[in-house]
Structures are given as C-alpha cells and as structure tokens.
C-alpha cells in the first residue's frame, strides 16, 4: 500500500488505527533510510509472540538473509528461558553470525515504525554483540 492511500484511509476500530499509525511511521523512516550492497537495511518485524528481520538491498530489490525467533536454530540456542526479549536477544546473535558470514559487517537499521525498546532494542543489542555495527 502506498503512502497516499495510507493517509485517506480511515481506520475501523483500534487495532486497524494503530496499525495505520506503525506503517504511517514506518513510511517516514523509509524516507530517510536506504539500504546498499556495502550497507544493508536490517528491517525488524514484530508480531504478538515472535520477531522476524531480514537484510534488504534495495538498489537491487533482493533480501540476502534473515531469521525469526521461529527458526530451529534459535530454538536449539534457548535454555529455559522463553521470555520473548531474550528470544530476540538469541536471534540478533545468530543474525549477526549470518550477516558476517555474507561478508557484511555494517548496516542501517530500520525498526519497522516500532518503538525502539524491549523485543526490538534487544534484537539490536544482540545484533550489535555479534559484531555488526549499527
């Protein structure tokens, strides 16, 4: 959907609102931040249980990786402890793993209209041990 048809469009109820108002915010920051071969957009998505994010070129229009808190590799990577921040926490970690083995070690970071605190703040943490400079 594009950006004019996002602002004449009314909302239905609450969550159609705020959803409207997390992709209005997430149009302004895409104004702003553009993702090249050398450095890549790092898009987070988030949904109620999981996080999902991706490396995006878009000179090109390709993804060249991702992962999601859904991924058997996070999943192997967790103890005991399920708590969703952390979950993030792991996945930034093994992101990271996967964006140094692409050779790509600097990105832009793109928080998706999110508020950048809990799930997203600790994906970013983790992305940030794992060596990518953000």
């Keep these: 959907m594009s950006i004019t ?34 450095r890549p957009r790092l898009v ?4 109620l249980r999981h996080l999902e994010a991706q490396l995006v070129d878009d000179d090109q229009g390709i993804c060249i990786t991702g992962i999601s808190t859904r991924s058997k ?3 192997a990577k967790l103890e005991s402890d399920r708590r969703k921040a952390y979950q993030s926490r792991v996945a930034g970690l093994l992101f990271a793993e996967r964006a140094k083995a692409k050779g790509i070690d600097r990105v832009v970071f ?5 508020r950048y605190h809990g799930r ?13 400079r953000i």
């Design 5 to 38: 048809k996002l602002r004449r469009r009314k909302a239905k109820g609450k969550a159609d609102r705020r959803s409207l108002a997390r992709q209005r915010r997430h149009f302004r920051i895409l104004k702003r931040v553009r993702g090249t071969a050398d």
């Design 44 to 47: 987070v998505r988030r949904t």
């Design 73 to 75: 590799e996070v999943q």
């Design 110 to 114: 793109d928080r998706g209209g999110y």
């Design 120 to 132: 997203v703040r600790a994906f970013a943490e983790g992305a940030r041990e794992g060596g990518l």
